[in-house]
Structure formats: structure tokens, C-alpha cells
Nanobody, 116 residues
Framework: QVQLVESGGGLVQPGGSLRLSCVAS????????MGWYRQAPGKQRELVAR???????IYADQVKGRFTISRDNAKNTVYLQMNTLNPEDTAVYYC??????????WGQGTQVTVSS
């Protein structure tokens, strides 16, 4: 079963940038579509970006043009470069398969807080 470890979050001012990393265990990483999800307080978890094994990407409208998802299959790692952050981006960010398995075990996530 795939295990996921997110890192790179923190506190940043509006307009700032962060780079998130997610290391996925298991031998099937290279053949799976991966994505970044986020969950803000009081809201449902939402998918903000996804990337196929071949590198095709899709972004949610709220982050399009500001976020970039990428992957390094040799390192079993997916990244999320976040630029021009605003307070609405504040959330816990998670990585997982897209679509995620019905009974998936989520990682601990990494907290992103955008505040002045």
C-alpha cells in the first residue's frame, strides 16, 4: 500500500511563495496519476492540481496560473510550486492518487498559512 509524506508548508505573507514536496512509497508511483488536495477549516477537501505519469497537468480555477505541479518518478516525489499566495490558499495540503482510493489512508499533510 502506498504511503505518503508531505512537507514544505509554513507561514508566508500574501504574495509570497512556497514549494511543497510529497514522497510516495511503493513501486506503482510511476504509473499513477498524482494530485495535491487541500482542506481549509470548515470546508470540504478539494483537488487543486493533478499530474499524469506522462506529465500532463490540470489545475483548479482558483490556482491556475499561480501553482505548478511536477513530479520526479525516479525519486517517487511530486511537487507543488505555489506563487502569489493569498489568504484564501490557507489550508492543510495533502497529496494522493487521483482518483484517491475509497478507503485510502491520508498522510498527515502540511499546513500552509498565508497571513500578514
Amino acid at each position: 500500500q502506498v504511503q505518503l509524506v508531505e512537507s514544505g508548508g509554513g507561514l508566508v505573507q500574501p504574495g509570497g511563495s512556497l514549494r511543497l514536496s510529497c514522497v510516495a512509497s511503493g513501486s506503482i508511483f510511476s504509473i499513477k496519476t498524482m494530485g495535491w488536495y487541500r482542506q481549509a477549516p470548515g470546508k470540504q477537501r478539494e483537488l487543486v492540481a493533478r499530474i499524469t505519469p506522462g506529465g500532463s497537468t490540470i489545475y483548479a480555477d482558483q490556482v491556475k496560473g499561480r501553482f505548478t505541479i511536477s513530479r520526479d518518478n525516479a525519486k517517487n516525489t511530486v511537487y507543488l510550486q505555489m506563487n502569489t499566495l493569498n489568504p484564501e490558499d490557507t489550508a492543510v495540503y495533502y497529496c494522493n492518487l487521483v482518483p484517491y482510493p475509497t478507503y485510502t489512508t491520508w498522510g498527515q499533510g502540511t499546513q500552509v498559512t498565508v497571513s500578514s
